[in-house]
Every structure is written in C-alpha cells, then in structure tokens.
C-alpha cells in the first residue's frame, strides 16, 4: 500500500519494494524496446518496422503512467483522509490527473 506525505503541496510517494519492482521492470523493459529500435534505425530497417517498435514502446510507458497514477492517486485519497489539509493533497492530484489527460489528448 503506497504512503504519501504532503510536501510544498505536492504527495510525494513512498513506495515500497514490492510497488517499485514492477515499474521498474517495465522501464527496463521500455529500454530494451528502445535501444532495439536504435538497432533498426541504424541498420536501416523498414519503415514499418520502426513505426511499430514505436508504438509498442508508447504503449508500453502509457501502461507505466498508469500504474504512476494509480500509485499517486491511492496513497492521495488516503493522505486526504487523515491529512488536515485536504484541499492541498485534492489540489495534487487533480494536477496530476490534468498533466496526465494532457499528454492523452
């Protein structure tokens, strides 16, 4: 279960262990798809083939994002209920989910 704190109005989360892990595997990854399609640019793959290394590492980040989100958004709605300065943690993550639907858009 993610923990947040309330610092400068921003939840900053402390992630355990076992919450890090999985983006952290994703990002690696991520990194893999990336540098693979480093390799076919510099071998002049096909077009097509690149394109679809991108879309599949774009896919692969938004899934990051939205496990980011979910981290953020849970250990906000639990800081909120206890923090006395709820507008502050809501403020947060409405802020967050903006940036997030702008990159979406």
């Known amino acids: 279960m993610t923990r947040g ?3 400068d109005g921003r939840v900053c989360l402390a992630r ?5 892990a999985p983006l952290v595997r994703r990002l690696g990854r991520i990194e893999g798809q990336v540098r693979g399609l480093r390799a076919m640019v510099e071998a002049d793959r096909h077009c097509l ?3 679809q290394q ?3 590492a774009t896919a692969a980040l938004r899934e990051v994002g939205l496990l980011i989100i979910d981290q953020h958004v849970a250990a906000g709605l639990r800081l909120a209920a206890r923090d006395p ?5 809501m403020a947060d993550l409405l802020r967050v989910l903006r940036a997030a639907m702008a990159e979406a858009g």
């Open 5 to 7: 704190t309330l610092v």
């Open 16 to 20: 355990t262990d076992a919450e890090r």
């Open 49 to 51: 083939d690149e394109i």
């Open 54 to 56: 991108i879309r599949a």
């Open 85 to 89: 300065d709820r507008e502050a943690v």
